[in-house]
């Protein structure tokens, strides 16, 4: 059984969304082992939050997660980054690509990465 590695990175730098995306691969099952974001404003403005979501192509959500504030208390600054290591890793569906998207309100830069494995036999 071979198993490979790989890592996914995407860059806005105009406010809008940053997608990040893993081709899926006929038979085969992606795992995704964490993922990494940064956000930062232009320093006239503030990042109000960062909305994180984990899916297939088929636009299924496999994880959505919001940091930085939320829509009833929302933290002002200047930006922030974290690294997220799932200790089990997300299986995507047999050959579905897996998209990771990151939206920050405020934000005029953003950056996120994802990473995991693939491997041929699917892990039920």
Known sequence: MKVSTWTEHA???DGAAATATHDGVADK???VS???YSVASDGM???RY???ELKDEDDNTLIKIRTMGSA???TAGPGGSEVINFSAPIQIPEGKDVVAEIDAGGATVVHVNIWGFTDSARQS
């Open 11 to 13: 860059t806005t730098t």
């Open 29 to 31: 099952t992606h795992f």
């Open 34 to 36: 964490g993922l990494a």
């Open 45 to 47: 403005g503030s990042v």
């Open 50 to 52: 960062a909305d994180i």
């Open 72 to 74: 009833e208390y929302q």
